[in-house]
């Protein structure tokens, strides 16, 4: 019951582990906004990509089938 109760205990807890959830929920936040950046990126080539392949005629081999399928499923992958 002497937790319930407010106490100069109780706050430095609260001291010492708010710096650490501030910490992790700046970790976070900066990793989702890389993380979005570089799918801007991979988009932009994928998209390039995916747009030439499937204006052009298809390719002639089966290794460049399986490229233009894995471009475009990875087009798809990111929402592009």
Same mark, same amino acid.
Request: hydrophobic share 40%.
């Given at each position: 019951?002497? =937790? *319930? #109760?407010?106490?100069?205990?109780?706050?430095?807890?609260?001291?010492?582990? +708010?710096? =650490?959830? *501030?910490?992790?929920?700046?970790?976070?936040?900066?990793?989702?906004?890389? &993380?979005? &950046?570089?799918?801007? #990126?991979?988009?932009? *080539? +994928?998209?390039? *990509? $995916?747009?030439?392949? &499937?204006?052009?005629?298809?390719?002639?081999? $089966?290794?460049?089938?399986?490229?233009?399928?894995?471009?475009? &499923? +990875?087009? #798809? $992958? =990111?929402?592009?």
């Amino acid at each position: 019951m002497t =937790f *319930l #109760q407010p106490g100069p205990r109780r706050w430095r807890g609260v001291a010492l582990i +708010l710096p =650490f959830v *501030l910490v992790v929920v700046g970790l976070v936040l900066y990793v989702n906004r890389v &993380q979005q &950046q570089s799918e801007r #990126q991979w988009c932009e *080539l +994928l998209t390039t *990509l $995916d747009e030439t392949y &499937q204006a052009g005629p298809p390719p002639e081999t $089966d290794r460049g089938r399986r490229i233009v399928v894995a471009i475009h &499923q +990875l087009r #798809q $992958d =990111f929402a592009c």
